[in-house]
């Protein structure tokens, strides 16, 4: 099973900008379609965005269309998510997770999460 470790969170203004890192271990990542999700507190963990396993195809929430931007580097196991023109609603947690596109949308594969990353956007 893929392990996987994010990390790139932070505290930043609104209107900025940061980049999340989703390293990968112990699996084939490069066969998988990644997502990433967030979870903010008192809410229940939502989809963001995904990107096929060779990089050719990305969807996204309409909440943060245009202003995000998912990659992958297969030769580093690495997912990337480019986030700009943060606002305070995008503050949460944010996870990744092997991720199956259903009707334009991500669904995470089963199993456990990992630790996700902070993100705090500031008015």
């Known amino acids: 099973q893929v392990q996987l470790v994010e990390s790139g969170g932070g505290l930043v203004q609104a209107g900025g900008s940061l980049r999340l890192s989703c390293a990968a271990s112990?699996?084939?990542?490069?066969?998988?379609?990644m997502g990433w999700y967030r979870q903010a507190p008192g809410k229940e963990r939502e989809f963001v965005a995904a990107i096929t396993w060779g990089g050719d195809s990305t969807y996204y929430a309409v909440s943060v269309k245009g202003r995000f931007t998912i990659s992958r580097d297969n030769a580093k196991n690495t997912a990337y998510l480019q986030m700009n023109s943060l606002k305070p609603a995008d503050t949460a947690r944010y996870y990744c997770k092997p991720t199956a596109v259903i009707a334009g949308t991500g669904r995470a594969a089963a199993g456990s999460w990992g630790q996700g990353t902070q993100v705090t956007v500031s008015s």
């Open positions: 112990g699996g084939t990542f490069s066969s998988y379609t």
